[in-house]
């Protein structure tokens, strides 16, 4: 269907920038799984998450809610500039709240002596703040290729000067990495992110709106319960992370556990890489279907082909881990056993993902942060009951029942309120397949102890017919059955 290979057509530019750029950039942690301890990595890992949570602040649901209104509003330029002018206002303030107070919070945090990376912190959310709009609205004029390079050439920037730091310097000058070595890591990316903002410059041309305080206060219903959800979607993904190191046993190495989790977190990167890189395309070409006839049809079948892609990634990474595990340093080997939880937690969260179909088109938003609040409490209570027991075997274990209680909620909910014809038989079919090819491969290998290669290409042959088995099964491209 032509609907459907523009999709993917569009999924494949853009991930030139999210699967090729954010695998480069994965390519990162070998690196610093090799120069850092499990500790410094931890405290690497632990401003990430902080990050997460104060970027959905920053930007607060404007891109959502730019896609939603530039479809409706014939003036697609004063869209854009109202929303640019408040995000840029609102930035300017959030910025300057942190710079202010980043030594009293520094040392709440615990890195009391170390206030300068919340001040390079709050540089980096203003400036990948002001490029969501810009970068939203390449997408929205379909600049696939454009929004590509211009990520390509941040991550350019942000792996050159790590590697410049951390493998450069100590391996041909001489210059041994000092205990701080967090700080290069964070300048790096101080240095990308204003690339990027200044690369995307010429996307402000149309930062001359007629100030229209109606649309701007409708932009704002529409975006808060977005940021809500958001802000319970980060608590779902990264509080894990975050909270760690209180949650653990006393005497327990907190950072050095959580650079560990963090580091094996990586190696779902295909599964995570596959879920950012979908939504990117999909969220406006949902939009752009939405009134058109059988549209529920069309994103049912995408759901079929998302699943299965999905259970391919899933059933790639577990049956070459070994290979895979080299990604990280052999300190970190210890974790590898929450890999399969965490394939099937990110799973999940790109079902849901697709399932939120129903209330952004619908307008229903606030549905979309109820669910998220759910989400988070499961988060925390799964954290708060399994981390001091489990360490962190539990906060992966709370993803898992997070994610996978959204879904299902979501997609009851959503059956009430913007029907769409999913195939649960379909869907089951596909995800109980590959589980059963996944038990049956591991318990054969237990059995039959044959030698690496001989199951890298048993596992490579498991993959191919599950694969063409699921494609004949939806009938190939394009689907003559809808659902």
Known sequence: ??????????????????????????????????????????????FYAYATFLMVIYSYGMETAFFHFVNRKQRHENVYGNAQFLLLCTTALFTLLLLLFSSPLSQAMGYANHPEYLRW???????????????????????????????????????????????YLPSVQAVPVSDDGASYVFMANLVSSGVMLLLLLPQWKALRPEFDSALLREMLLYALPLMVA?????????????????????????????????????????????????????????????????????FARVMNYFVLIGCVIFLGVLFYLDIIRFFIGEAYHSGLHVVPVLLAANLCLGIYLNLSVWYKLS??????????????????SFNLWLVPIMGYTGAAWATLACYASMMVLSWLKGQTVYPIPYSLRRLGLIVATAALCWVAVEQTRVLYPLSPSQWWLISGLVILGYFGAMWRFLGGWPVRNPA
């Open 230 to 298: 958001g802000f319970a979607g980060m608590i779902n993904e990264t509080l894990d992370r975050a909270v760690l190191k209180y949650l653990l046993p006393a005497g327990t190495n907190a950072l050095g556990e959580l650079g560990i989790y963090s580091a094996c977190y990586k190696l779902s990167i295909l599964m995570t890489l596959f879920v950012q890189t979908f939504r990117y395309a999909a969220e406006p070409f949902y939009f752009s279907q939405q009134h058109k006839e059988n549209s529920g049809a069309l």
């Open 1 to 46: 269907m032509s609907q459907l290979r523009a999709l993917a057509g569009q999924t494949a530019i853009y991930g030139l920038s999210s699967i090729v750029g954010r695998l480069l950039n994965y390519l990162l942690v070998p690196l610093y799984t090799r120069v850092f301890s499990p500790a410094e990595y931890g405290v690497v890992s632990e």
């Open 121 to 167: 912190f709050a540089w980096i959310l203003a400036f990948d703040t002001l490029t969501t709009l810009p970068f939203a609205r390449l997408r929205q004029q379909n600049r696939a290729l454009r929004f590509a390079l211009v990520k390509l050439a941040g991550i350019a920037v942000n792996i050159g000067l790590t590697l410049w730091f951390l493998w």
């Open 363 to 380: 307008g229903k938003t606030a549905y979309g942060a109820w669910l998220s609040v759910v989400g988070a409490m499961i988060t925390l």
